[in-house]
């Protein structure tokens, strides 16, 4: 049981407008900053989003990341066929003390 | 380019010990703090331990605390896991993580490949 709630699916069509949420609550979405990572099979993740809404380097602004409350949210605008992977939220939890992960969600380009 | 080489996985024992290594390069590693984060086969990604660029302060998971221990050497360029009392659910890949900060844990910025951890009799 992931202390981060995510749908474990979600999907689109191509060039279509996709949202993943990431519910939690007041110890670690409300009080700290949600990150975003995107992993494909057999591979290391990838940071997509930090701080809320900011992309790294080289992440096209395709993807956009909110945060409201204890909620935080990906989306991913004009979605691609290369789009197809796992996706899973983080934040700190004051309450632990770590850093915790939503349990992830299966993106499937349709 | 950032590179991050894990090595010190595979077949530990139930209540024995391992210890895993990182060895980075590309980039300052003192001006970083670092991470592990670990993935059971089949399941979602799970943070192990971080620790600040000079080692002032680290952090546990709930599930490692008091059994795993976690160390770096900037001048090696090298960051340490040190695992003991293993136990079955510590079977797992274990990714070593450049945070994007120093002082304290901002996000997980790059990922090495990971090194497996096999805790089986």
């Known amino acids: 049981q992931s202390v981060l709630t995510q749908p474990p699916s979600a999907s689109g069509t191509p060039g279509q407008r996709v949202t993943i949420s990431c519910s939690g609550g007041?110890?670690?979405?409300?009080?700290?900053?949600v990150n975003w990572y995107q992993q494909f099979p057999g591979t290391a993740p990838k940071l997509l989003i930090y701080s809320n809404n900011l992309r790294p380097s080289g992440v096209p602004e395709r993807f956009s990341g909110s945060r409201s409350d204890t909620s935080g949210s990906l989306a991913i605008s004009g979605l691609q066929s290369e789009d197809e992977a796992e996706y899973y939220c983080?934040?700190?939890?004051?309450?632990?003390?770590?850093?915790?992960f939503g349990g992830g969600t299966k993106l499937t380009v349709l | 380019e950032v590179q991050l080489v894990e090595s010190g996985g595979g077949l530990g024992q139930p209540g024995g010990s391992l210890r895993l290594s990182c060895s980075a390069s590309?980039?300052?590693?003192?001006?970083?703090?670092m991470h592990w984060v670990r993935q059971a086969p089949g399941k979602g990604l799970e943070w192990v331990s971080g620790?600040?660029?000079?080692?002032?302060?680290?952090a546990y998971a709930d599930s490692v605390k008091g059994r795993f221990t976690i160390s770096r050497d900037n001048a090696k360029n090298s960051l340490y896991l040190q695992m003991n009392s293993l136990r079955r659910e510590d079977t797992a890949l274990y990714y070593c993580?450049?945070?994007?900060?120093?002082?304290?844990?901002?996000?997980?910025?790059?990922w090495g490949q990971g090194t497996l951890v096999t805790v089986s009799s």
């Open positions: 993580v450049q945070d994007r900060g120093s002082g304290w844990f901002t996000a997980f910025d790059d």
């Open positions: 983080a934040a700190w939890d004051d309450s632990v003390n770590g850093w915790v």
């Open positions: 590309g980039f300052p590693l003192e001006n970083y703090a």
């Open positions: 620790i600040t660029w000079d080692s002032g302060r680290t």
């Open positions: 007041s110890s670690n979405i409300a009080s700290n900053t």
